[in-house]
Nanobody
Framework: VQLQASGGGLVQAGDSLRLSCAASGGIFSNYAMGWFRQAPGKEREFVVGISGNGGRTYYSNSVKGRFTISRDNAKNTVYLQMNRLKSEDTAVYYC?????????????????WGKGTQVTVSS
């Protein structure tokens, strides 16, 4: 499975941004998808996740209420809508896929990773 994230950029605090992650090479609906991020000098952290059929979503406390994950299995794409962005959301964002349940939503628990996309929020 190959994953390609896109949509990052430079925005101001309070703005919105939508990331996309396009998948290829597998049966997309078989995979739960997650977004992770890594800020400079910090460890990679889980942000949000979604089950294969989109029926379940998982959010870290730091983004709950501001970020929304969704997926379009017909387009093999998962999205991350980020609203009310804060400077602390600045990081490289990665999408990842997993085909093993239960989902642990940590780096070791994911099967495939895409290259990151940079999100910079200026205050």
């Amino acid at each position: 499975v190959q994953l390609q994230a896109s949509g990052g950029g430079l925005v101001q605090a309070g703005d919105s941004l939508r990331l996309s992650c396009a998948a290829s090479g597998g049966i997309f609906s078989n995979y739960a998808m997650g977004w992770f991020r890594q800020a400079p000098g910090k460890e990679r952290e889980f942000v949000v996740g979604i089950s294969g059929n989109g029926g379940r979503t998982y959010y870290s406390n730091s983004v709950k209420g501001r970020f929304t994950i969704s997926r379009d299995n017909a387009k093999n794409t998962v999205y991350l809508q980020m609203n009310r962005l804060k400077s602390e959301d600045t990081a490289v964002y990665y999408c990842a896929a997993v085909n093993r349940y239960p989902y642990t939503w940590n780096g070791d628990g994911m099967d495939y990773w895409g290259k990151g996309t940079q999100v910079t929020v200026s205050s």
